[in-house]
Every structure is written in C-alpha cells, then in structure tokens.
C-alpha cells in the first residue's frame, strides 16, 4: 500500500478467538442465506472513522490512549436482523461500561474534528450480509470479558476484506 493512500480505519472490541469460532460455527449450523463474516473477522464496531490520512494515526492513538474506560462482561444473547439482511448479535442489556466506551471515544473524536455517524449507538457482532432471519426462534449465548478495544485498518482486496489491528488500549479490571 502506497504511504499517501488514506486508510479506512474503526475502533472497535474484537472477538476473542475462542468465541469467535464458536460464535461462527453456531451461524453456520443456521444455514441462512447471505455472505457470512469470516470468524477472524468478527468484531463489535465502537467508533466508524473511514477514510483517514495516515497522518493522522498517532492522534487517534494518542485519543484511544486518554480514555479510561472499565473492562466488562459482554453477553450477547439475541439474534436480529436489520435492513438490508444484515444479521447479528446483539446484548439485550448493553453493558454501562460498553456504552461509556463508546460515548468518550465519540466525544474526543468528534473534538478533534472527525466526522461520525449521528445515528444511536447499537453495539451489535456482525455474523453476515444479505441474510435472513431463521425462521424459528433461536437463543445465542455468548460471552466473553471485554478488555481492550482496539484501532483497525480495514482492507479490502479480491480475496475480501481483512480487518488489521494498529493498536490496542486496556479496560481497566
Ligand atoms: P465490506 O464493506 O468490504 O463488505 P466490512 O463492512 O466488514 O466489509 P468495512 O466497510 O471496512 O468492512 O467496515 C468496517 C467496520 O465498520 C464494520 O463493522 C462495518 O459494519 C462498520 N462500518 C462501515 N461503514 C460504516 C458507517 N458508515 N458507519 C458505521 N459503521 C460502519
Ligand atoms: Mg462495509
């Protein structure tokens, strides 16, 4: 990748490795229609930056590492689907720390000047595109603890995209 070429980056809590596989293999035996994310892929998105400068990487380091944020336990134990068959878990009850996170990362962000999504926040794990739902109910249970988040840079090529970890930052216990 050329050094001018600007990064499309996200902050987000990545999935550990263990979960994410048992979280893939559940989706899977659903045998749902649609374009499924890669388990090494799976992550709960906090703060969508997009195109940025590679200029700019060490302030959005510098905000990540000012925020104070708890560590947590994220249950995830609903499945949805929203528009355009994007299907998911979500937590029925989001943890405070979770939305804390969230909120002190929008508001250094949006201090420094970048431009984010104005809709609310619904911490959800994307399992796959162009989906459907099931057609029975269906109970997920899935946790892990959360403790750390993490910047991305997302990568896209004709394999498919890959996302990148640049840097992470500790939920304290
Ligand atoms: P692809 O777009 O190549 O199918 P992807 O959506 O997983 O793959 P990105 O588009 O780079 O990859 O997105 C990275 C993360 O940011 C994903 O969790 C995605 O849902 C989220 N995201 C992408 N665009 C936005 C946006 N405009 N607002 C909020 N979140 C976004
Ligand atoms: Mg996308």
Not at 36 to 57: D, M, W, Y
Not at 113 to 120: C, K
Request: glycine fraction near 6%; proline fraction near 9%.
């Amino acid at each position: 990748m050329s050094t001018s070429e600007p990064l499309r980056l996200f902050f987000a809590l990545p999935c550990p490795a263990p979960v994410a596989h048992a979280v893939a293999a559940w989706r899977d035996r659903l045998q749902l229609p649609g374009k499924a994310v890669a388990a090494e892929n799976l992550h709960l998105t906090l703060a969508f930056l997009g195109a940025q400068p590679r200029s700019r990487l060490d302030e959005l380091k510098a905000i990540a590492a000012g925020i104070r944020g708890q560590a947590f336990e994220l249950h995830l134990d609903r499945l949805g689907h929203w528009r355009a068959g994007l299907l998911h878990l979500l937590p029925s009850r989001p943890p405070e720390a979770l939305l804390d996170l969230e909120c002190s990362l929008r508001e250094r962000l949006l201090q420094a000047g970048y431009e984010l999504e104005s809709r609310t926040f619904r911490p959800h794990l994307t399992l796959a595109r162009h989906s459907s739902p099931p057609s029975g109910t269906v109970r997920p249970d899935f946790r892990w603890q959360a403790e750390r988040f993490a910047l991305y840079l997302s990568e896209s090529d004709r394999e498919g995209t890959r996302y990148r970890s640049l840097a992470h930052w500790p939920l304290c216990p």
